[in-house]
């Protein structure tokens, strides 16, 4: 697999000895200015970024660290590929992700910047092979959806509408089609959430309270449709939502799914018992936990957002078809029938002996 990199670099001496060792090992080595970048990073869609971080400028003014603009504004967007900050600070970019290495110019910094690049390699064919993958998924969405919306309408408009609203659930689906393999417990969640909208299954915050207690959070109830602001819609002003709680107290309030290991896999199956339903931890985001389907609370919808400017910050969306886990879970405890208690022994000899 032969590497594209490029190096974003006021000043290319500073990078001669890596350009001459990575060029040794086969790699395509294409450098630019930070004038230069954005249509570079365009043009040859490099597979990892060595990025300088400050602009020294000629005049007697401070150094600008351009490069973390360029990071943030560009690259994460429009970009994504693993880069390698390569500066005299790069602790002015804060950004910790294991795509994103720093490395301090200075003695033997060339080193380390070649094992960081080497480090990013391995993941760099997966990394191609998802993109190859999303192409290869919209040409299909495109084909299978143009004609539909052709004959569906002669509107121009409306066909354009279609396209692309009907491509991008096509699209989506040709997306999941493709997954396999057992998921991780936390990959139910969509974090941070996607949709503007709240929906059922919404992982709420409330601002100010400790992200790893669990009675921090809120899981939400009420159907997605009902919280909806598009299309004229008025959403519901209330939210109904489900207190949150560590296993512990879930413990206490179904034992019996605690028995044992085996037990408790075969609940974890289902999702939910009696009147608890299950919550992975997200590494650094949610905690373990769990929802206590019977303890409840309004939350004015105009108290929840995407950040922490109101009450109640979204943190994660489940992601169906976890989503429809918790509605069915909350069905099954709020809308069974009430029943008197019996004595159902002399059924159950009755039942046995029947066997």
């Not at 192409?135 to 495109?142: D, E, G, K, V, Y």
């Not at 004959?151 to 354009?160: G, L, N």
């Not at 408790?264 to 929802?291: K, S």
Request: net charge neutral; charged share 25%.
């Amino acid at each position: 697999m032969k590497l594209k990199i490029l190096a974003v670099e006021d000043e290319p001496l500073s990078v001669e000895t890596i350009r001459k060792e990575l060029v040794s090992l086969g790699y395509d080595w294409t450098i630019c200015n930070f004038s230069e970048a954005q249509a570079k990073i365009a043009e040859i869609s490099p597979d990892i970024i060595i990025l300088d971080l400050i602009l020294q400028t000629e005049s007697k003014g401070e150094p600008k660290a351009v490069g973390v603009d360029l990071f943030a504004n560009y690259i994460w967007k429009e970009k994504f590929c693993p880069v390698a900050v390569y500066s005299a600070q790069p602790q002015e970019l804060e950004c910790k992700h294991p795509f994103v290495g720093n490395v301090s110019k200075g003695m033997g910094s060339e080193k380390e910047l070649i094992k960081v690049i080497k480090n990013f390699i391995p993941h760099i064919e997966l990394l191609r092979k998802v993109e190859e993958n999303v192409r290869q998924s919209f040409a299909l969405a495109m084909r299978n959806v143009a004609p539909l919306a052709f004959s569906a309408t002669s509107d121009s408009v409306k066909q354009t509408e279609l396209i692309d609203r009907s491509g991008r659930r096509y699209l989506a689906a040709y997306m999941d089609e493709s997954v396999h393999g057992c998921l991780f417990c936390w990959e139910q969640y969509i974090l941070p959430p996607i949709s503007k909208d709240v929906l059922l299954g919404d992982i709420i915050m409330e601002n100010g309270m400790a992200k790893d207690d669990p009675a921090s959070f809120r899981v939400v109830l009420t159907p997605s449709c009902d919280m909806v602001k598009t299309h004229g819609r008025t959403p519901t002003q209330k939210v109904l939502v489900a207190q949150c709680c560590n296993p512990k107290h879930g413990k206490q309030k179904a034992p019996s799914a605690f028995k044992d290991k085996e037990a408790l896999v075969g609940v974890l199956n289902q999702g939910y018992t009696q009147r608890i339903l299950f919550l992975p931890a997200y590494p650094d985001n949610i905690p373990l936990m769990v929802a206590d389907l019977k303890q409840l609370d309004f939350v004015s919808i105009d108290n929840i957002a995407n950040d922490n400017s109101k009450k109640y910050m979204r943190v994660a969306s489940i992601d169906s078809p976890y989503r429809e886990l918790v509605a069915w879970a909350y069905l099954q405890v709020s809308c069974r029938p009430g029943l008197p208690e019996r004595d159902c022994s002399l059924l159950a000899q009755e039942i046995l002996r029947a066997c």
